[in-house]
């Protein structure tokens, strides 16, 4: 139990001194997830509205492989974009591998269905008069896709949350594609499950405590957007 | 057929202005001709709507002037709310030939189509107003036609223009502008509800004003406000279709009734 107790009073004082190390992994963290949540947004929201508000061939399908990638397992998404960043694959030459930009590359992919599904989601719930409602009221095709966008904003955004909670916790694409080197691609993720395999607790649980603030902050916002989107 | 008969030989009030003002701003940009004389705004014919197998709406020849207050009566499932969808050109006929100002409606998903609907306005009996303040609401269409939006109110070009419009169509509906302009959506009564989402339809004078149950669940005082608007909107030069089952409110205002019945119009 002291083990605990002393690996707990550490990672305090880690937090508390700013150490380098720590809020290295910190910074890499949000700096892969905030680039990879925006290009989930800008790519998913107007996918998931097409699939929600569109009655298309195929559309069925389309939505039991989106809600199948939810599942999607992170090494096999890390898997993926490793053979196609690496020198030999297709998208060697851009030189992404191990580096952050490559690392928002898989977390996107990783994203993109979540904000996918619960755009689509957001889209079927919303009140069926709102699209007549837009029609009436001169609205053209682009327009109504916009209107409809903001009319579920408080629904986007918490699609937007979810995936980032997905995003930031996972450790498959994050060791896979970024490589685990410290300063540069390490996040909170994968420094936990190195410093815990080298039996270095006390950077294992500062950080622990940081992705469980972020874990607490993103509920509170979670609950706050309900609340409203519920209204 | 006189001055102040449809084609198909109904009868108007003398008073009841039977061809739209051409100018209208509504109009601007949007390419619809002017109906002019006393040519049908709406020409009808062979029209069949169909509901799967079911023919919800069946109506060999039906005309509909430009201008005045038109009342459309009859039981529920009659076709009432099915023939105010055509008319808003939200629905196309299954069979037939539906004209609008003199131009046949071509598929629903057409630009032209698109064009035309912007002249044409349907209030639903349960209204939805946009999650956004009152003046947002009224501001909705004009800021579509323009392209600005219109929660920058405060500034830019145009906006003027648009917060005279947005006051003038709340006080239309008898409901002050300095008190409602910055309420939000959730902080309006049911009676209020309905006159704003009439206001945002009157902003942007439409040609054709539609309105479905427009008094279902209003009290007495709500209805003769909407009656007040519409009897306002109708002098200026706009159509209005009205579906009601409240006779005694609807006859003192409509020129003509049609009465729909088992998906046949009469009137």
């Known amino acids: 139990m002291d083990y605990l107790i002393d690996g707990l009073a550490t990672a305090l004082r880690l937090l508390a001194a700013g150490d380098a190390e720590t809020f290295s992994a910190v910074w890499i963290t949000l700096a892969a997830s905030g680039m990879s949540i925006a290009a989930c947004l800008a790519i998913g929201a107007p996918l998931g ?13 389309v939505r039991i492989a989106v809600d199948t990638a939810l599942c999607f397992p992170t090494v096999v ?17 851009l030189g992404l591998l191990f580096t952050i930009p490559g690392m928002s590359v898989g977390l996107t992919l990783l994203g993109i269905p979540i904000v996918m599904a619960m755009t689509a989601l957001a889209v079927e719930q919303a009140d069926a008069r709102l699209r007549l409602t837009l029609l009436t009221l001169g609205a ?26 997905r995003i930031v916790s996972e450790v498959g694409i994050s ?4 490589g685990n080197i410290k300063w540069h691609t390490r996040t909170i993720t994968t420094a936990i499950a190195l410093e815990t395999g080298k039996g270095d607790y006390a950077l294992g649980i500062a950080l622990g405590l940081v992705l469980l603030a972020i874990a607490l902050l993103l509920n509170l916002v979670l609950a706050g957007l309900r609340r409203r989107a519920g209204r | 057929m006189s001055g102040h008969e449809t084609r198909s030989g109904h009868p108007l009030p003398p008073d009841t202005p039977v061809a739209h003002v051409c100018g209208d701003p509504a109009e601007a940009g949007t390419g619809v001709p002017c109906t002019r004389g006393n040519a049908p705004l709406y020409q009808l014919e062979g029209v069949v709507r169909r509901h799967g197998d079911r023919t919800v709406l069946d109506v060999p020849r039906l005309d509909i002037a430009a201008g005045g207050i038109t009342g459309v009566v009859g039981p529920n499932g009659g076709g009432k709310s099915t023939l105010l969808r055509l008319l ?5 006929p299954c069979r037939g030939q539906l004209r609008f100002a003199g131009e046949a409606v071509g598929p629903l998903s057409s630009g032209r189509t698109a064009d035309l609907r912007r002249s044409v306005t349907l209030l639903l009996q349960e209204p939805y107003l946009l999650r956004r303040s009152v003046y947002e609401n009224v501001a909705f269409g004009l800021s579509v036609r323009s392209g600005r939006s219109v929660r920058f109110w405060r500034s830019g070009h145009g906006v003027r223009e648009t917060a005279d419009a947005v006051r003038g169509a709340l006080e239309l509906v008898a409901l002050d502008p300095d008190v409602f302009l910055r309420r939000r959506w959730f902080e309006l009564s049911g009676g209020e509800a309905q006159r704003v989402a009439l206001a945002a339809r009157l902003a942007f004078s439409p040609r054709v004003l539609l309105m479905d149950e427009p008094t279902a669940s209003l009290d007495e005082d709500s209805a003769a406000r909407i009656a007040d608007a519409a009897r306002a909107v ?5 159509t209005v279709i009205v579906v009601s089952h409240d006779r005694d409110w609807l006859e003192p205002l409509a020129g003509r ?6 998906g046949q119009v009469e009137g």
Not at chain 1, 77 to 93: F, K, M, N, T
Not at chain 1, 175 to 178: A, K, P, T, W, Y
Not at chain 2, 234 to 238: I, K, P
Not at chain 2, 257 to 262: A, N
């Open chain 1, 49 to 61: 509205f097409l699939i929600g508000y569109h009655d298309f061939p195929g559309r069925r399908a």
């Open chain 1, 140 to 165: 053209n095709g682009r327009q109504v896709l916009f209107a409809t966008l903001w009319e579920t904003r408080y629904h986007l955004m918490l699609a937007g949350v979810a995936a980032f909670g």
């Open chain 2, 234 to 238: 109708a002098e200026r030069g706009t």
């Open chain 1, 77 to 93: 998404i890390g898997l993926l974009v490793y053979l196609l960043l690496s020198r030999q694959g297709p998208l060697g030459d």
């Open chain 1, 175 to 178: 060791m896979m594609v970024g």
């Open chain 2, 88 to 92: 808003a050109l939200l629905d196309a």
């Open chain 2, 257 to 262: 009734i049609l009465k729909v019945r088992r």
